[in-house]
């Protein structure tokens, strides 16, 4: 299996990203549970959201009210709508599968098994 991210770029504070996940290479991707992550130089890598194969989502306290998760099973792909950009939003954005042993909610990295290779968000004020 593999993870494509996509959709980072530059923008100002208050605008709105969607960043996509292309997910290859595996079955079933409609059963797959999937998240994402972010991460900034010498930081740990941040849970922010997961979405189960029902639609099913869970979210960090920090970006529920502005970031919403998302996929569409018949294009393989899930989606990370970001609103409301701050500049503390900026990082690498990841996506990853969850571990199929894994309970819900998976927030740990530890939880994910396969990992995209990150999209680039900054956000200027």
């Known amino acids: 299996v593999q993870l494509q991210a996509s959709g980072g770029g530059s923008v100002r504070a208050g605008d709105s990203l969607r960043l996509s996940c292309l997910v290859s290479?595996?079955?079933?991707?409609?059963?797959?549970?999937m998240g994402w992550f972010r991460q900034v130089p010498g930081k740990e890598r941040e849970f922010l959201a997961a979405?189960?194969?029902?639609?099913?989502?869970y979210y960090s306290d920090s970006v529920k009210s502005r970031f919403t998760v998302s996929r569409d099973n018949a294009k393989n792909t899930i989606y990370l709508q970001m609103d409301r950009l701050e500049p503390d939003d900026s990082a690498v954005y990841y996506c990853?599968?969850?571990?199929?042993?894994?309970?819900?909610?998976?927030?740990?990295?530890?939880?994910?098994?396969?990992w995209g290779q990150g999209t680039l968000v900054t956000v200027s004020s």
């Open positions: 290479g595996g079955f079933f991707f409609s059963t797959m549970r």
């Open positions: 990853a599968r969850v571990h199929t042993s894994q309970y819900w909610p998976p927030t740990v990295a530890g939880a994910y098994d396969t």
């Open positions: 979405i189960g194969w029902s639609g099913r989502t």
